[in-house]
């Protein structure tokens, strides 16, 4: 049985506000997107929009092959979005 966590209401522009508590149990944080996947008999799948990058980027700064030199932060920010084993 599925349980009814929010009913939300379409604005005359097609737009919906989702409450905090639906983005929080989504892992939506603000200022992040929200990837949308259609599903079978009209029903969707949402979920937080994966990081968009190459990990080449990321490892370009550090190696000196940009000018931009990677701070302690950027390197955490990097890792804590779970580059590890992505191409």
């Given at each position: 049985?599925?349980?009814?966590?929010?009913?939300?209401?379409?604005?005359?522009?097609?737009?919906?506000?989702?409450?905090?508590?639906?983005?929080?149990?989504?892992?939506i944080?603000?200022?992040?997107?929200?990837?949308?996947?259609?599903?079978?008999n009209?029903?969707?799948?949402?979920?937080?929009?994966?990081?968009?990058?190459?990990?080449?980027?990321f490892?370009?700064?550090?190696?000196?092959?940009?000018?931009?030199?990677?701070?302690?932060?950027?390197?955490?920010?990097?890792?804590?979005?779970?580059?590890?084993?992505?191409?």
């Open positions: 049985m599925e349980v009814v966590m929010a009913t939300l209401t379409v604005t005359a522009k097609g737009q919906v506000t989702f409450r905090r508590d639906v983005l929080q149990h989504l892992g944080l603000p200022g992040q997107q929200i990837e949308l996947v259609k599903l079978p009209g029903r969707i799948a949402l979920s937080a929009a994966t990081p968009q990058g190459r990990i080449d980027d490892i370009g700064m550090l190696s000196g092959k940009t000018e931009k030199v990677a701070t302690l932060d950027e390197i955490n920010d990097a890792a804590a979005a779970g580059w590890v084993g992505r191409p």
